[in-house]
């Protein structure tokens, strides 16, 4: 399932165009404008059974993380907010780190976007994602005939050391301020200010599928195997 987003990366556009290909998915995809609650509505109203007027319970396999900001309460299965469609959340990796990802993604070579290749380690939209500051390269005096263009700007996202890092790269949207409007006491008393309730939080287009959209990597196996070592101080291992 993808909402598409004006803001979308092209990246991740030609990822998901790739994996829809080359694990021949059968794919979703909502028009711009689409709201994630209205979509997943439609999808689980029209969930039948085949040959019958019957809808079935639906659960969407997600990529979601403990650490994720919309991880909070839930568990392995979670049943959707009170403001979305009744379905029930799977989240297989929950309580996987960023160095278990990408454990698994070099592990089994396992393709992913290519920006994460580029210093990005979360992505959200192009309005609100840089690489990550931690992987930026710090350039020393370029080698005789050497062009400088032929240096990276960032490491890739595999060799990120603080994970703590990860979102990073994302920059906070300021919020809107609250609209509040003027109530009269019923007692008679001086006015007071009632704030407009916000419910609930945005379901990124891309959680559905996963959290993060993952992308093929080729690297050198002693990079590897540093990525392994790291991995399994971190771990206990």
Known sequence: VYFNHPDEFPEVIEFLQKSVVNYDLDMVAFEDGVKFADGLKILVDNNFLPGTNTTFPMAFVLGTRSSDPNAVGQDHFAPSSHWMPPFMRVNPVLEWNYGHVWHFLRLFQLPYCSLYDEGYTSLGTTKDTLPCPALAVTRGSSSEGEEESTFPKFWPAYMLRDWD???????????????????????????????????????????????????IDTTSSNEHDSCMGNEQKRVGV
């Open 165 to 215: 890092q990860e979102r990073a790269g994302r920059i906070k949207r300021e919020k809107k301020p609250e609209k509040k409007k003027k109530s009269i006491d019923p007692e008679g008393d001086l006015p007071s200010s009632v704030s407009a309730l916000s419910i609930g939080g945005q379901l990124e287009a891309r959680s559905v599928i996963s959290d993060e959209s993952s992308t």
